[in-house]
């Protein structure tokens, strides 16, 4: 079946970076676009990014575009996002998700938390 597990959480203070990955099994990564999602304490869900199948073309909302940079390993089935010059309000749970395509999710992994604080 579908499984995504995220990896790459954690404390880091303002200013700072993190890379998160996504360990991908159960399906042919490479046939899918692939996308970054985050949920704040007490906020709805808030898409982040996502990758074409190829790596060729990625998308960003605003609030990370500049800071974030998201990849993927085709061989490696693993998915990555590159935090960096990371804010408070970057505190969420972040989620990789598998999308058939752009603005879609259907599966989801559980999550890896990041706290940005001083």
């Not at 898409?47 to 390993?73: C, E, L, P, Q």
């Not at 505190?91 to 989801?108: E, H, K, N």
Request: a positive charge; glycine letters at 12%; charged letters at 15%.
């Amino acid at each position: 079946q579908v499984q995504l597990v995220e990896s790459g959480g954690g404390l880091v203070q303002p200013g700072g970076s993190l890379r998160l990955s996504c360990a991908a099994s159960g399906f042919t990564f490479s046939s899918y676009y692939m996308s970054w999602v985050r949920q704040a304490p007490g906020k709805g869900p808030e898409w982040v990014s996502t990758i074409n199948t190829g790596g060729g073309s990625t998308r960003y909302a605003d609030s990370v575009k500049g800071r974030f940079t998201i990849s993927r390993d085709n061989a490696k089935n693993t998915l990555y996002l590159q935090m960096n010059s990371l804010k408070p309000e970057d505190t969420a749970l972040y989620y990789c998700a598998r999308s058939p395509g752009w603005d879609q999710y259907d599966y989801w992994g559980q999550g890896t938390q990041v706290t940005v604080s001083s």
